[in-house]
């Protein structure tokens, strides 16, 4: 099992930055991938980033340009962080880990764990 705790939410204003952080704990060693997806109220949860030990990242195109994911390995926290930020960013932001290759990082039902969510809220 892996344990997936979030930190560094907040509530920041239009244009401004936040950076969460993830943790992981347990059998780290079994992961390949971490994720980070975001849920706002009334909608479905979306990706956000994506990262593989392997160096490989990706973005929705919704947040590049202006998120950035940090991570090479599981013992050490995978970072997000977000520049520029606007009112649509404002969500729960949850980190996974996927225990093998996926070819699709933005498919939320791939990912083996998932932390508890932290919230993000950017006023306008």
């Known amino acids: 099992q892996v344990q997936l705790v979030e930190s560094g939410g907040g509530l920041v204003q239009a244009g401004g930055s936040l950076r969460l952080s993830c943790a992981a704990s347990g059998r780290t060693s079994s992961t390949y991938a971490m994720g980070w997806f975001r849920q706002a109220p009334g909608k479905e949860r979306e990706f956000v980033a994506a990262c593989t030990w392997s160096g490989d990242t990706y973005y929705a195109d919704s947040v590049k340009g202006r998120f950035t994911i940090s991570g090479d390995n599981a013992k050490n926290p995978v970072s997000l962080r977000m520049n520029s930020l606007k009112p649509e960013d404002t969500a729960v932001y949850y980190c996974?880990?996927?225990?093998?290759?996926?070819?699709?990082?933005?498919?939320?039902?791939?990912?083996?764990?998932w932390g508890q969510g932290t919230q993000a809220t950017v006023s306008s």
């Open positions: 996974a880990a996927a225990s093998r290759y996926l070819s699709d990082y933005g498919f939320a039902g791939k990912y083996s764990y």
